[in-house]
């Protein structure tokens, strides 16, 4: 079973490489990099200051346990965060959101949740490869001739960041996903990689506000923002039942959308299938238990709502290549 380490005893443990000068790490300027202690991971984080109000964060672990970290409180005013997940996950649980969230490679999340308390959790044994961008609300603000036509909530996110709560996830489109390639490989040095850093990350803010402005619904409708309501409900619904989940008709109904607007909202709004989403969260589920607790397979696959320890396993065989029985021993 895979240790679990909070935000406080790792902080503690870094302490004390650095006290007995155990830890690769330097400061040069803007620019924090540290490579992990084995005993916590395998791999680095960076954090670079590319301009005031524009900061780039790259880390690239693989930990060696599970690791919980606690945010008391996020500043107010938040700066607006850029997130993007080229490898692993998190599970974020933000008392501003609906739910526990699951951050996945692939995707990127636009956030800013001032004044919410959050617990982040990420997996053991797993490469977690995550590009962050945070950008001050003053540095938005000159931006925002640039991005009137996205939608009212991110404008106002961007116009009022001490109050608006804003979370948005969206698929890492293959322009994006070069210049974060080249983000990770920058093949400069000195104030030359700085400026370098910053054009390519200026570049994928633009490429990313494109597409908000194109994908997100606009909640200046307020028919469009009542429907996306209705669907983050019917996944809160699908959630909530995973193991008897409703049929697509029964779903529909109860959040009072028809089966065609809600289809179409689940591809526009998480990317996928409503079932296909369904599919996703149990395997998601399945990973976090195989990880955390004693359950053996069997219960396991009746805990996520699989008749059958068959049908489990030839599903998570499907989706991750491996058994859950390698799974858990990589795991463990």
């Known amino acids: 079973m895979a240790k679990v380490l909070t935000g406080a005893e790792v902080r503690e443990i870094m302490s004390e490489y650095r006290a007995n000068r155990e830890i690769s790490e330097y400061r ?7 490579r992990s202690p084995a005993e916590l991971a395998r791999g680095y984080g960076r954090d670079i200051q590319l301009r005031p109000g524009l900061t780039l964060n790259v880390m690239d672990f693989e930990k060696h346990q599970i690791h919980r970290y606690r945010v008391r409180q996020h500043p107010q005013p938040m700066p607006l965060t850029f997130s993007y997940y ?20 692939g ?31 003053e540095l938005m603000q000159g931006f925002c001739d640039r991005t009137h036509p996205l ?53 994928l803010l633009a490429l990313q506000l494109d597409n908000l402005a194109t994908q997100v619904p ?8 009542r429907d996306l309501d209705r669907i983050y409900e019917a996944r809160d619904i699908l959630i909530h039942n995973a193991v008897n989940p409703p049929s697509l008709s029964e779903l529909s109904r109860q959040v009072h959308l028809n089966e065609h607007k809600l289809t179409q909202g689940f591809r526009q709004v998480f990317d996928n299938t409503v079932f296909g989403y369904l599919h996703d969260h149990r ?41 859950p029985s390698q799974y858990l021993k990589q795991a463990s």
């Not at 599970?91 to 959101?97: H, P, Y």
């Not at 293959?174 to 000195?190: K, N, T």
């Not at 606009?218 to 923002?225: D, H, L, Q, T």
Request: with cysteine; hydrophobic share 35%; glycine share 6%.
């Open 86 to 105: 080229l490898a692993g996950g998190c599970r974020v649980n933000n008392d501003g959101l609906d739910g526990e969230v699951e951050e996945v490679a």
């Open 283 to 323: 395997m998601q589920q399945a990973c976090h238990l195989l990880q955390t607790s004693s359950l053996n397979i069997q219960e396991i696959a009746h805990s996520i709502g699989y008749a059958s320890r068959s049908s489990f396993v030839a599903a998570f065989k499907k989706r991750y290549k491996l058994a």
């Open 107 to 137: 995707k990127s999340y636009v956030y800013c949740l001032p004044n919410t308390a959050e617990l982040e959790e990420y997996p053991c044994g797993q490469r977690i490869c995550r590009i962050h961008i945070r950008v001050a609300p």
């Open 218 to 225: 606009s909640s200046g409708s307020s028919s469009k923002a």
């Open 151 to 203: 939608p009212t909530d991110i404008r106002t996110a961007i116009e009022q960041p001490k109050q608006t709560l804003l979370y948005y996830a969206c698929r890492i489109t293959p322009a994006q996903q070069q210049i974060l390639q080249q983000i990770l490989d920058w093949p400069y040095h000195g104030s030359i990689r700085k400026l370098y850093l910053e054009s390519k990350v200026l570049e």
């Open 28 to 34: 040069e300027g803007v620019e924090h990099f540290v």
